[in-house]
């Protein structure tokens, strides 16, 4: 089956503690069924003094669930479902189905 979200995309948390915010896809985790998006579900970590780093407590992105995202409306950021339509020439698109509007192509 084709990714309905991938690497780039910008998406909306809809559930947790970040509920509402948006980020962009940094990585995939597909065997996990997760993703990491940029600026949601920080965690705060102990990081250990190594050569070309300083020892401290950094916050990082932690994976989040696919279950939990949604795609960003290209029209008005609101968070809207995924759907596939075949263009004229055959190429298989994504399309939100919030507002008929192509994601990609």
């Known amino acids: ?7 780039g995309d ?9 509920k509402g915010k948006s980020g962009e896809i940094v990585q995939m985790f597909p065997a996990d069924n997760k993703a990491l998006v940029r600026g949601v579900n ?3 970590r102990h990081q250990k003094q190594t050569q070309n780093q300083d020892a ?10 696919l279950s939990n995202l949604a795609m960003a ?19 298989k698109v994504r399309v939100a189905k919030r507002s008929g509007d192509l994601i990609d192509g």
Request: net charge positive; glycine share 10%; proline share 6%.
């Open 1 to 7: 089956m084709a990714a309905k979200i991938k690497k």
């Open 10 to 18: 910008t998406v909306v948390v809809l559930t947790g503690r970040d």
């Open 42 to 44: 920080m965690v705060r």
């Open 56 to 65: 401290g407590i950094i916050a990082k992105e932690a994976p989040i669930d």
């Open 73 to 91: 409306d290209p029209k008005d950021g609101k968070p809207t479902r995924v759907g596939f339509k075949t263009n004229d020439d055959g190429d």
